[in-house]
């Protein structure tokens, strides 16, 4: 059965203490939904991590988008697509679409002219895919959370960085997680329990470093 599967260059997974099986959702290679490449992410964080010795096992998963197929907050490491929008105004008309597509509010569209609220929008990106003049300039980018838990115990991982731009920037940033993970946990310690006994404010500063 192996054989068979790495005739199609599928490899068997992993369990026990160390990094898991990078798991996707489809993507934007598929999904017109999706703000990110997840396959090419996933293959990357693959070749960077799979099955490396840990105190306990790790879980990293890679959501195309806000819609969140794959749930990324219940993951180790959890990244999720994401789209930040700014408004050109010479490039618009004033149909209202993107208003009305903005599922949190973000959007007013007064006198044929858009009031954007920065601080309600969630980086979904479907003003701009709506948008039938391109007045929205887009910016692809991440969103990660740390600590998610899905089985006897539950948890949401939690974001640090509102929005990473970089790529290189996101895998240091996920290289600085997993190394904290490896220095601080004890044997059969989950990410969340780490974080929650060494300190949040400390992961926290780890994070930022990484992320400059
Ligand atoms: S999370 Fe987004 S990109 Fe991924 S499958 Fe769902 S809708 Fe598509
Ligand atoms: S969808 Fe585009 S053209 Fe229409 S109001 Fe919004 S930004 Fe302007
Ligand atoms: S990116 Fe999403 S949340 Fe932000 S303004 Fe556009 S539609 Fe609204």
């Not at 964080?45 to 197929?69: I, M, S, W």
């Amino acid at each position: 059965m192996k054989a068979a599967l790495a005739e199609g260059g599928v490899e068997p997974g992993v369990c026990g203490p160390r990094v898991r099986t990078i798991t996707a959702c489809q993507g934007e290679a598929v999904c017109p939904s999706g703000c990110i490449d997840t396959y090419a992410l996933a293959k990357e964080l693959d070749d960077r991590y799979f099955a490396r010795e840990l105190p306990h096992k790790f879980k990293f998963g890679v959501t195309g988008c806000q819609n969140n197929c794959l749930k990324a907050e219940e993951n180790d490491v959890g990244i999720k697509g994401a789209i930040k929008v700014k408004w050109v105004e010479d490039k618009c008309i004033g149909c209202g679409l993107c208003a009305k597509t903005c599922r949190k509010g973000a959007i007013k569209v007064e006198n044929k002219k858009v009031i954007f609220d920065e601080s309600q929008c969630n980086f979904c990106g479907r003003c701009y895919k709506s948008c039938p003049t391109d007045a929205w300039e887009d910016t692809h980018g991440y969103i990660v959370s740390f600590g998610g838990l899905f089985g006897n115990n539950i948890n949401k991982g939690e974001t640090i960085i509102p929005f990473i731009e970089d790529k290189q920037k996101l895998l240091d940033i996920c290289d600085a997680a997993i190394t904290f993970f490896a220095e601080n946990a004890k044997p059969g310690e989950r990410f969340k329990y780490t974080i929650d006994r060494i300190g949040r404010d400390v992961f926290a500063k780890k994070i930022l470093e990484a992320s400059v």
